[in-house]
Structure formats: structure tokens, C-alpha cells
T-cell receptor, first 109, second 114 residues
Framework: GEDVEQSLFLSVREGDSSVINCTYTDSSSTYLYWYKQEPGAGLQLLTYIFSNMDMKQDQRLTVLLNKKDKHLSLRIADTQTGDSAIYFCAEMGANNLFFGTGTRLTVIP | EAGVTQFPSHSVIEKGQTVTLRCDPISGHDNLYWYRRVMGKEIKFLLHFVKESKQDESGMPNNRFLAERTGGTYSTLKVQPAELEDSGVYFC????????????FGQGTRLTVV
């Protein structure tokens, strides 16, 4: 089955850039997603990228997709304390999403 | 417009007891999904409803789990009898279309089996 991997933890200082990485196995995925889970809240769709794109930028967020290496990354520019959360990478399977373990981002003031 | 709501937000039960989780999807969303995250691990798919029909239940761990969606509106997920390894956060999501998958997730139910 599909396998999505992420590192579990990332700490950055406020104002720095954060880069969260993800690798996946299903090369036929048409969409890849980043979800954010803040403490006590549900999963919030942050952004997604279609598989024929290499990059997508949305304000402070930049998504890079390397299809050859099956590598997806999320860069958050000027990271703020409000960005502290768990970030999940997900790929679209036949009818549902396959998630990674989530990366807990801690922003140090 | 109300989002996806789940009830309860937390549940602590003893091993062997029964627990029923509820999910109210966004009105008009035919697709409803259940997912589970065991502590520190990935979020795993459990099952998918299209209206009241189970489209895919390949992720259900075993027959102690029973999901229903009578009338195609809200859904329940019953665990009977609960085991320690059932502890985790259970997420529900709903979407209008399957092909263009923009699912909206609820806040999750944290289940602790002691």
C-alpha cells in the first residue's frame, strides 16, 4: 500500500524559515496535500499541489514537488509562533487520503 | 455554515466497554470518511461512506468496529468491546465530490481505553 513518511519533529526560531519534508510511494497520486492540526483542533487543509506541478506558492507557503524522487516539501517563510502545530503530508489514493505521521513544528520565540 | 462536528471530543473508557463516536458531516456532503491516528503514528483510513452505503471499509481493523450512516446524514462508529490498542484520535471528514477531493475534517474524538 501507499507509504508516506515524515520526520516527527522540527524546531525553528521565530522569523526563520521552516522546511517540512515528506516522501511518498505512490507515483500515480494526482494530488498531494499539506494539512495542519493546531492543538485541540481538527485537520485544516493548508494547501495542495497537482502532480503535474513542480511548485506552488501561497503567501508565506511554498510547496515543492519532486516527482522523480517522490519528495514533497512545505516551506513556511517568516515562521510565527502561531505556526506551531502538527503538519501532515498526504497523498490521494484511489478514493481516500494516505497520511504521514505528521511533523510537530515548534516555533521558539 | 457549520463544519464537520464530532462528538464526544474526549472519551475515556475501560477495556471491554463499548463506545460510540458520532460524526455530523457538512450538510449536502455525500462522502463521509473515518480516519484514526494512533499516538505518534500516521493517520490511517478506516472507511468511506457514499450516502448511506459503505464504499470502502478496507481500513477497519477488525469486527469490533461497526460504522453506520443511516439515512445518509450523520455517522456513528461503535467499538465493542474496546481494547487498549483502540486508543487514539478518530477523525471524521466529509466531502462533496470523490474525484476532486477537498475534504473537511472534524476536530476529532480522542479515545482513551484504560
Amino acid at each position: 500500500g501507499e507509504d508516506v513518511e515524515q520526520s516527527l519533529f522540527l524546531s525553528v526560531r521565530e522569523g526563520d524559515s521552516s522546511v517540512i519534508n515528506c516522501t511518498y510511494t505512490d507515483s500515480s497520486s494526482t494530488y498531494l496535500y499539506w494539512y495542519k492540526q493546531e492543538p485541540g483542533a481538527g485537520l485544516q487543509l493548508l494547501t495542495y499541489i497537482f502532480s503535474n506541478m513542480d511548485m506552488k506558492q501561497d503567501q508565506r507557503l511554498t510547496v515543492l514537488l519532486n516527482k522523480k524522487d517522490k519528495h514533497l516539501s512545505l516551506r513556511i517563510a517568516d515562521t510565527q509562533t502561531g505556526d506551531s502545530a502538527i503538519y501532515f503530508c498526504a497523498e490521494m489514493g484511489a478514493n481516500n487520503l494516505f497520511f504521514g505521521t505528521g511533523t510537530r513544528l515548534t516555533v521558539i520565540p | 455554515e457549520a463544519g464537520v462536528t464530532q462528538f464526544p471530543s474526549h472519551s475515556v473508557i475501560e477495556k471491554g466497554q463499548t463506545v460510540t463516536l458520532r460524526c455530523d458531516p457538512i450538510s449536502g456532503h455525500d462522502n463521509l470518511y473515518w480516519y484514526r491516528r494512533v499516538m505518534g503514528k500516521e493517520i490511517k483510513f478506516l472507511l468511506h461512506f457514499v450516502k448511506e452505503s459503505k464504499q470502502d471499509e478496507s481500513g477497519m481493523p477488525n469486527n469490533r468496529f461497526l460504522a453506520e450512516r443511516t439515512g445518509g446524514t450523520y455517522s456513528t462508529l461503535k467499538v465493542q468491546p474496546a481494547e487498549l490498542e483502540d486508543s487514539g484520535v478518530y477523525f471524521c471528514a466529509s466531502s462533496q465530490d470523490v474525484g476532486l477531493f477537498e475534504a473537511f475534517f472534524g476536530q476529532g474524538t480522542r479515545l482513551t481505553v484504560v
